[in-house]
């Protein structure tokens, strides 16, 4: 579903005024051409297809990065290579430097938890080398580096919708060099939704209610998640299926609930919540706070954290029935490899707090009541 421009194109037809309040809003803040799709993984593949890359060029990518987010540059014949991260989530830029040659094409750069990466020195290299940025938002749907949305600093960029809204699933591609507008015909820019299957909601379904018990009921459900995926960890991952499995329509629930969003209410909600865990966790000597600093605009996906403490602080959370979970499974070039120490550090020890907006801070504080942070 493409829509170009003007918010009286595509969408915008059949659309009435009070159910475009998410698209104008995003409008507001830079938007201009995007389409929606049902993963982010997919709206990257789109926006390669734009950029017609040739078999053997070659895209950097962050070490400390999401296995399956490789896997569209695979399917398209792109060559990968991984640049150095810092600990507090800042590409290595020395790194970068020293690892572009004649077929690199393109540098993506992650917007971590929906927060802005360093991409005005990104974009300096790439406009020194010839190269494209693309934007890997898809923590950061709804956050803003000042006047401009996330994920349209990029020649190209993406968004995952579903990781902030309560949707089976939806994610946003960005396609904004005007360049690559005059040339690419709008069909080229257009996923081909009629040829994919419907999603299947009874996942989406169960993790909601999982989500629902454990945010009213302190049911453990994350836990369980936690047995599941350390017992997966145990046997060879697929990132390949799990990107295949992808390959859905953007369900109708999510575009109904898009079209009714309010996004400043959301946006609030996920910052107030945020400075609870700000205020909470604030100088103790067992936890480093990744972003102490909540930038205006940004809209946080996740509390992240680093808990020096061998696990027993990540237990404690669960034991109060508060979700904790572990980011990502790295991409098979990364995973055990000597030369990204960092990445695999923080895929090991760095772990993410809950912040959504249905959860409240009066629920927060319930939950963590009695609890001793060291």
Known sequence: MLINGSPHLTLGLFLKKKERKLFEWMEQYGVKNYSLSGYGRIALLDGLKILDYTKGDNVLLPSYICDV?????????IQTAFYKMLTNLEPDIEDIKKRINQKTKAILVVNYFGFPQRLLETQSICKEHGLTLIEDNAHGFLSRKNSHLLGTLGDI???????????PNGAVLFVNNEQLMKTRSRSQIRLAEESLPHINPSKYILSSLLSYLEARYKFPSQYFRNVYYKFLSKVERDSTLDYQRAKVRLSGLSLKVLQRV???EIVNRRRENYKFWLDRLHRKHRVTIIFEDLLEGVCPQVFPIIADDGGSFEQKLLSR???????????????????YPTANFLAEHLLVLPLHQSTDIFHLEKATKGLYFP
């Open 262 to 264: 309010d996004p400043d």
């Open 321 to 339: 029935g508060i979700p904790v979970n572990h980011w990502p499974w790295l991409p098979r070039q990364v995973k055990g490899n000597k030369e």
């Open 69 to 77: 987010t490789a896997e569209p540059f695979y399917e398209l014949g």
């Open 157 to 167: 960029g993406f968004s995952s919708i579903w990781k902030i809204l309560p949707v």
